[in-house]
């Protein structure tokens, strides 16, 4: 971790950032979502009308065209069961939505038919703060857990864009070099599906909203005065830094993650804005992001943005993804003051981390949702990270937006840890939580399992989700500790006739590594060739009792 991260700018940008739009449940205008409930031969897929439709496609495209329709394609790679079928419409301007859909979802050769909401950026205005980074002490991180670290885990960021040449984040990339050639350090833009996942040089990530591989922010509308909305486009590079800036390079901030790398996945379309709108809050391509997350085979997928609208084709998606693995971590929303709390997707769906926000002080913020769909709270007020205005551009933004990625990197943390524990993560997480409902009364059993506590949440990996828990045991202690060589037990103790005791060591997950022996004339066991991380002493029935100990290995 970097030494004095907190006080290595001297400058740094204050975002004034414009929140979400009260017109949070807007739709895709003059588009919507069919999907058909038979398979069309895959070379026409994407061509509808034509004359080789089978006769059931042909009805449901004169239906819709009879509704002022222009066109119907799958912009899909048709890969998983979601987005098998699946094809987006567009309509004449002023068509009428509401009489199609009913005709549609009335037809035996549709699944369903739905317009198609836009997802918002969940991030308010904020004012500066003293002090950076202060949420590492709050959730309780500190460098010792840099020495978990055994693998990396990617966290795919679904946003309005990275800055991915920005001075933080350039070596956290997840760059996707061609599978046939993995020592080449560059993949030249030569125009060819190198490593045949059907999308075109995306060695940085992908722009699903303009289909091309250049992941970088909207870029700001010349029409936009640079009094208004200063910090265009920035969102999704703030996330970034949250959830993978690099650790250890002297520079900028640090991140929760460590050693996380992020796939860059650009929701909102740079050709909208080029046309004169300027709105870079809305992400309309949400399902197309999912669909590139999951080719890339990504361990995480960070969701800082929301919908009041149940989205049926999102909903499907979050299945495949949670089908295969991939943790989804969601913003809970931003509601005003508190208001009454709102279900927001999609960390409302099933599966979902839902992630509300807190304070420097505990408390719930003013403008974080709150209700049955949060699973836990994180920071997110005045949260300091990276930002698009420069390569060295760094700054404040608040929201559910922010808190969510924290979240997201500690999941990292702990999978790159453990890679086997996916299927624990909710649990590991609700089970580190500290319970904050006595610093926030009127919110009692509203803000999930609480707060996040990295090291509580390591301990509850430890001490409860793996075989230990099993026994009840006495809690000893060994020193040194953390040890990177000789640790020293306590014999006399643990021995109450002098007999030797032969010591367990387990890893994180209660797996047995070591056996060790320690008498009166040899009261040390050896750590000096167990890997860095966070292991068991285990001590069993001595005279009918047993022991166990927590003992990080440090080097």
């Not at 042909?58 to 094809?87: D, E």
């Not at 698009?388 to 922010?402: C, R």
């Not at 524990?421 to 590991?428: F, H, K, N, P, S």
Request: proline share 5%; aromatic share 10%.
């Amino acid at each position: 971790m970097k030494k004095g991260l907190l006080y290595l700018l001297a400058f740094f940008t204050v975002v004034q950032a414009f929140a979400q739009s009260g017109n949070d449940s807007a739709f895709v205008a003059n588009e919507l979502y069919v999907k058909l409930k038979f398979n069309q031969p895959q070379n026409l897929v994407q061509y509808i009308p034509h004359p080789d439709n089978p006769d059931a496609v042909k009805q449901v495209w004169s239906i819709i065209q009879a509704h002022n329709g222009v066109s119907m394609i799958s912009p899909f790679k048709g890969k998983l069961n979601s987005t098998k079928n699946l094809y987006k419409v567009k309509l004449k301007e002023g068509a009428d939505m509401s009489e199609l859909l009913d005709e549609l979802n009335h037809n035996p050769n549709i699944e369903y038919a739905q317009r198609i909401p836009v997802y918002y950026i969940q991030f308010k205005p904020v004012e500066l703060d003293e002090e950076k980074q202060w949420y590492f002490r709050t959730i309780n991180m500190d460098a010792s857990w840099s020495s978990r670290i055994t693998n990396e885990k990617t966290i795919a960021i679904i946003d309005n864009g990275v800055r991915y040449t920005h001075e933080d984040l350039f070596s956290r990339i997840a760059w996707n070099i061609d599978p046939h050639n993995p020592d080449k350090s560059e993949i030249p833009n030569d125009g060819i599906d190198n490593d045949g996942n059907g999308y075109i040089d995306d060695y940085f990530g992908w722009d699903v909203a303009d289909n091309d591989p250049d992941p970088a922010p909207i870029p700001r509308p010349r029409n936009l005065p640079l009094s208004i909305n200063p910090q265009f486009g920035w969102h999704g590079t703030h996330v970034a830094g949250i959830v993978a800036a690099s650790a250890d390079n002297g520079l900028g901030i640090a991140s929760l993650g460590i050693n996380n790398r992020i796939v860059c996945i650009k929701a909102a379309s740079s050709k909208a804005n080029s046309e004169g709108k300027v709105d870079d809050l809305s992400l309309p391509y949400i399902v197309e992001a999912f669909e590139y997350a999951i080719e890339r085979k990504v361990d995480i997928i960070n969701c800082s943005f929301s919908t009041t609208i149940y989205d049926k084709a999102v909903e499907d998606i979050i299945r495949d993804a949670r089908k295969q693995g991939i943790i989804v971590v969601a913003a809970a929303g931003n509601i005003k003051n508190n208001s009454s709390p709102t279900k927001y997707y999609p960390a409302a769906y099933d599966g979902v981390i839902g992630v509300g926000a807190t304070d420097k002080d505990d408390h719930i913020s003013d403008f974080s949702n709150y209700g049955d769909d949060i699973d836990v709270m994180a920071p997110g007020d005045n949260i300091y990270s990276t930002l698009a205005s420069g390569d060295q551009g760094y700054g404040y933004m608040s929201g559910t937006s922010m808190a969510a990625p924290i979240v997201s990197g500690l999941i990292g943390l702990i999978l790159s840890s453990e890679p086997d524990r996916v299927g624990d993560i909710e649990a590991i997480l609700k089970g580190g939580c500290d319970n904050i409902d006595w610093k926030n009364p009127s919110y009692t059993g509203k803000m999930g399992a609480g707060r996040i506590n990295v090291d509580r949440s390591f301990e509850y990996m430890i001490n409860e989700a793996s075989s230990v828990a099993k026994v009840n045991y006495t809690d000893i202690k060994v020193y040194p500790n953390p040890a990177s060589g000789e640790v020293f037990i306590p014999f006399e103790t643990l021995s109450t006739n002098g007999q030797p005791i032969n010591i367990t060591i387990l890893n994180s997950i209660g797996a047995q590594v070591a056996i060790q022996e320690v008498s009166n004339n040899q009261q040390t066991i050896s750590v000096a060739n167990l890997p860095q991380g966070i292991y068991q002493i285990v001590i069993a029935s001595v005279v009918g009792q047993n022991y166990r100990a927590r003992l990080l290995v440090n080097r």
